[in-house]
């Protein structure tokens, strides 16, 4: 089955600086990237996603990176703030397949002030 | 709003309890799925349904079982609940259409003792 590896697990950033989530997926066949962002306390909530016909989405100052050669994805914040401390959670599944979602471990992002 | 909702949001049990955690929707999708959320192992799927019909294990089906009481309805039940299933579960849904994103309830906090 599906394995998704998720790094880094913690990420403390200046308020204002960029951070980078990454993940490696183990199935050639997937084919649907989604970033899921979880509030403390909260419901997981989709925040971007990227099919695999696409190597880069950007929505306002999130974006996505997709490699499918070598089988990883990145999240990338940029001007980050406060209210984007969180835990992001990246997943990977066959579109075609039920979109069962393998998710990685997730990363606690911290915006420090 | 349409919606996902789950119940009891928080409960707490005996081990060799029998206990059902309910999900029920209001946006009109086919697809259900049960996860369990444990920290530092991200989300994990349990169960999944296509449709009132169909219902498939996922990677931790293991000592839960599942009822897919119409469309709208994802019940999950832990037969004899140990101590090792204290998690938080949540319940997502899809549609089969054209968007891959997965739609979180709130969760259910539980806790065998």
């Known amino acids: 089955g599906e394995n998704v590896e998720q790094h880094p697990s913690t990420l403390s950033v200046q308020e204002g600086d960029s951070a980078v989530i990454k993940c490696t997926y183990s199935?050639?066949?997937?084919?649907?990237f989604p970033w899921y962002k979880q509030e403390l306390g909260k419901r997981p909530q989709l925040i971007i996603d990227?099919?695999?016909?696409?190597g880069e989405k950007k929505d306002q100052r999130i974006a996505v990176t997709l490699n499918k050669t070598a089988k990883h994805f990145s999240l990338h914040i940029t001007e980050t703030q406060p209210e984007d401390s969180a835990v992001y959670f990246c997943?990977?599944?066959?579109?075609?397949?039920?979109?069962?979602?393998?998710f990685g471990t997730g990363t606690q992002l911290k915006v420090e002030l | 709003d349409a919606d996902v909702t789950q119940t009891p949001r928080n409960r707490i049990t005996k081990t060799g309890k029998r206990i059902m955690l309910e999900c029920s929707q209001t946006?009109?999708?086919?697809?259900m799925y049960w996860y369990r959320q444990d920290p530092g192992l991200g989300l994990r799927l349990i169960y999944y349904?296509?449709?009132?019909?169909?219902?498939n294990k996922g990677e931790i089906s293991d000592g839960y079982s599942v009822s897919r009481q119409a469309q709208a309805k994802f019940s999950l039940s832990l037969e004899s609940a140990i101590p090792n299933q204290t998690a938080l579960y949540f319940c997502?849904?899809?549609?089969?259409?054209?968007?891959?994103?997965?739609?979180f309830g709130p969760g259910t906090r539980l806790t065998v003792t």
């Open positions: 199935d050639s066949a997937s084919n649907y």
């Open positions: 946006k009109g999708h086919d697809r």
């Open positions: 349904s296509f449709d009132v019909k169909d219902i």
């Open positions: 990227i099919r695999s016909n696409v």
């Open positions: 997502a849904t899809s549609d089969s259409g054209v968007s891959y994103e997965q739609y």
């Open positions: 997943a990977a599944s066959r579109a075609g397949g039920g979109n069962k979602l393998t």
